[in-house]
């Protein structure tokens, strides 16, 4: 494939959603919309779902609600694959806690992101660093991934990676070796500090990796006061900054969304040039620098400190 569109959704998390009947109602009208502009693909942030807090139990204990998430999760996600089906869209259906397994007799969950593909495929990621809230089990116990999944969609070499993991650096290296073609960060920062550690991040990832990064995250809290949340979200399309591709490496962006802006838009990102970024990557276009294929390794550090 030499050009994929996608459309970023920076959905608003504050109005409360009746039943999952409704949100699920629309969902399936993005995907609808997404599929009128010819877009491949229609990604959700991370913790989408928390929406659905707005009809859980009354008497949900705080510390069930990520196996509330989960169980409706199961029953939402085949419904994601309906819509997937029908429309002919891709959709990443943001994340959902999804079962790990019990630890010390206590049920433990992943924050794991979905892309569902009309043809029946799922594909998933756990996120694989945690956030202080989510080490101090808010809602349930989470843990970490473990595994890297890279797979092929529309023919393109991809991998999806959960809001604070673009921060690492070193998962990044092993990113870099692998050849991926899109890498897609569902996101959900709480303040305009997350924001900008995730989104500039993935722009710098794009550019040492030489590889079209998307990067979303969500607006506002469920139950939030909009006036007062710091909740941030947005979404941008990065690329190499290479005069092959991109004079700043910015494809296509959606503006930092505050939840008193009360907005809930999509960022409608066309003809991304996948191809030309692979032509680049693998020295088959000429490249002003290629950082990705940079090793230290033969580097001694010289530290009186820290002698080697």
Known sequence: MEHVSIDLWAANLEPVVPDLATWLAGLEAKAAQAALRGAHML??????CAQWLGFAPIDLPIENTLGWLFECGEIALDAIAAISARHGVSIIAGTIPFAAGFVDGLPTYFNRAWLLTPDGMRHHQDKLSLTPLEMHGAGGITVHGQTINVFEWNGLRTAMIICLDSEFTDLWSKLGTLNLDLIIIPAKTDMITGYNRVFSCARARAIELQTVVCVL??????????????????ASVFTPCDIGV?????YAALAPQSAAMMTDHVL??????VGACRRLRNGHAEAEVCPALWDASHLVVNDPLHPQ
């Open 43 to 48: 990604v959700l942030p991370e913790f989408a």
């Open 217 to 234: 995250g969500a607006v506002g809290v469920p139950f939030g006061q909009p006036l007062t949340d710091t909740g941030v979200g947005g």
């Open 246 to 250: 991109s004079h700043d490496g910015i």
């Open 268 to 273: 409608m990102a066309l003809d991304i040039p």
